[in-house]
């Protein structure tokens, strides 16, 4: 193990340094169009937020990205998308029925319920995971806590389900309930007998689905990253059960990658997180299982090369004690936000958990003929990668959120940001309008290009700057002499002048990092 890093409560400002809020990309999110809360004309709904224009094409590019890179661009990862809505029974077999809930404290005097383990954590500044009833009691008792509302006595605590119910059918009986999914993998369980038979893919192989998931929350908060209603990209990697200590994707330069890890042991020891190599996390056995420290490579470097700061950025060894019931063992992938690190995605080994219920509770054979040992065997989810879309929507604006002396810059990569370039005539006069059409016309065919007339140039270059827009085009008067124009770089500011002849092929080079800035044109 090598050098200790930060302190694992701040959000990072340095001295004298206003840091950001949680409250402050709200308001950014939705001043700009990007997201604002569901249901507002009649007051909002605590938990649901609704994308705008230009959020939904961030979101989308998200989901895009990562379909890209984990499903079309491998050959081992198969896409489904299966329904919000599942035979009840799912549920039950999935164990969510019975454990898939956070502990709730009820005022006697105002009813007020509160979430336990968040109440406890903003009270005594402790982090909760995994912590039982009766802990939650004796830390209520010790620490004298009252109702955050009214300051009444607090009930004994005790578990509430986070499964939205529902019926199914014109009449409602017991019978007739169903859930709505609070995770997309289950899905992908109950479907294992199809996929794997159409696909017919060989051990090792996985199953992805992007979707929707819900969860009755009972505390939905920090904007986006507690929501009720949310999507998840999932994938339920299937591995041979006698070969799930073996990873030939695990090259040897991500196993000398260094990562920054939490590790069990420092949060037991209340010490600070270190970076190291995978490697060394396998070696120390912190990482135990090589399909995790693949897929954890995997998923980090997606994030890094979508343009998140590395130093926002760890992975966090799940404690025994808060593992899922369904998982042999978990990490997060956490990120610094401005309330502190927090999970951005979960990555657990699901071993033969979920196959083995299924089979029990719907008598179906979902075992693999192994060709080799002409055994039949129940694969293991080696790894199951499991991304929320939008705390990854949250951190990525969060890390793109720039404020500079004169402007608020929304430094996007190019794949996320919701248009690529934007097309202004300096005047509607003497022909410019026309010719900054012509322009636009000709490239929104291959990128999404936005055209503007309205107020200063300095003002649309502001609008673009706020919403993440890599690049301007200016037509002035020399574009009517010399058919060429002025292309503006979103993070330098910087200007170069390009042929419109040459202008789509330059764009589309610098959209997809072929070439920089500097080479794009003629400085000016
Ligand atoms: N299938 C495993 C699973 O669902 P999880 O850790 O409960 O694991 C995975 O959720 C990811 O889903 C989280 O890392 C987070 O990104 C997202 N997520 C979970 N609950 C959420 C919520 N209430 N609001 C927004 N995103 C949530």
Redesign the pocket.
């Known amino acids: 193990m090598t050098d200790k890093t930060t302190d694992n409560k701040t959000t990072g400002a340095k001295d004298g340094e206003k840091s950001l809020t949680i409250a402050e990309i709200a308001s950014f999110c939705k001043s700009t169009g990007m997201v604002f809360p569901n249901s507002e004309i009649y007051g909002g709904f605590a938990?649901f937020w609704d994308y705008g224009p230009r959020g939904v094409e961030i979101k989308n590019a998200i989901k895009r990205e990562w379909w890209k890179t984990f499903v079309q661009e491998r050959d081992d990862i198969v896409g489904i998308d299966g329904t919000t809505i599942t035979h009840p029974k799912v549920w039950i077999a999935s164990g969510h029925v019975e454990s898939f809930s956070d502990p709730l404290l009820e005022c006697e005097k105002c009813k007020q319920r509160t979430r336990a383990d968040h109440l406890i954590e903003d009270t005594l500044k402790i982090s909760t995971d995994g912590i039982s009833l009766d802990e939650v009691n004796k830390l209520v008792r010790k620490h004298n806590m009252k109702c955050p509302s009214c300051g009444g006595a607090l009930l004994d605590a005790r578990k509430f389900n986070l499964m939205f119910k529902t019926h199914v059918g014109p009449v409602e009986t017991d019978s007739s309930v169903a859930y709505l999914r609070?995770?997309?993998?289950?899905v992908i369980f109950a479907d294992f007998r199809q996929v794997a038979d159409i696909s017919r893919l060989k051990l090792p192989f996985g199953i992805a689905q992007i979707g929707r998931?819900y969860?009755n929350?009972i505390s939905?908060r920090d904007f986006?990253?507690?929501?009720?209603e949310?999507?998840?990209m999932?994938i339920e990697y299937f591995v041979h059960p006698d070969k799930t200590g073996e990873c030939s994707y695990l090259t040897k330069d991500i196993l000398m990658q260094k990562v920054r890890i939490y590790t069990e042991v420092a949060q037991q020891e209340s010490t600070d997180d270190c970076v190291m190599t995978f490697k060394e996390a396998m070696d120390e056995s912190i990482i135990k299982n090589p399909w995790l420290a693949y897929f954890l490579s995997q998923q980090y470097n997606w994030f890094v090369n979508l343009g998140i700061k590395e130093e926002n950025l760890r992975l966090r060894q799940h404690r025994e004690e808060e593992l899922?019931h369904y998982a042999k063992g978990?990490f997060?992938?956490e990120y610094k936000f401005p309330f502190g690190w927090k999970?951005?995605?979960?990555m657990?080994d699901r071993s033969a958990f979920d196959l083995t219920q299924h089979m029990a509770y719907s008598k179906k054979d979902l075992s693999i003929f192994d060709e080799e040992t002409k055994k039949k065997v129940i694969p293991c989810v080696a790894a199951?990668p499991?991304?929320?879309?939008?705390?990854?929507f949250l951190a990525f604006i969060i890390d793109a959120y720039t404020k500079e002396e004169e402007r608020t810059v929304l430094k996007l990569s190019s794949e996320l940001a919701p248009l690529k370039v934007g097309v202004f005539p300096l005047m509607k006069k003497d022909g410019l309008k026309e010719k900054a059409e012509e322009v636009h016309n000709g490239l929104k065919k291959y990128m999404v290009s936005f055209f503007d007339v309205a107020g200063s140039i300095g003002k649309r270059y502001a609008r673009m700057d706020e919403i993440g827009c890599p690049y301007c085009v200016t037509i002035d008067y020399d574009t009517l002499e010399k058919d060429d124009i002025t292309l503006r770089d979103r993070d330098s500011t910087k200007q170069v002048r390009v042929p419109i002849a040459d202008l789509k092929i330059t764009l589309l080079k610098l959209l997809s990092k072929e070439i920089t800035f500097g080479d794009a044109g003629k400085s000016i």
Do not use: Y
């Open positions: 938990g609070p995770e997309t993998a289950q998931a969860r929350e939905p986006l990253f507690r929501s009720r949310f999507e998840q999932e899922a978990c997060d992938i999970e951005i995605h979960g657990a199951e499991s991304q929320g879309v939008d705390r990854a």
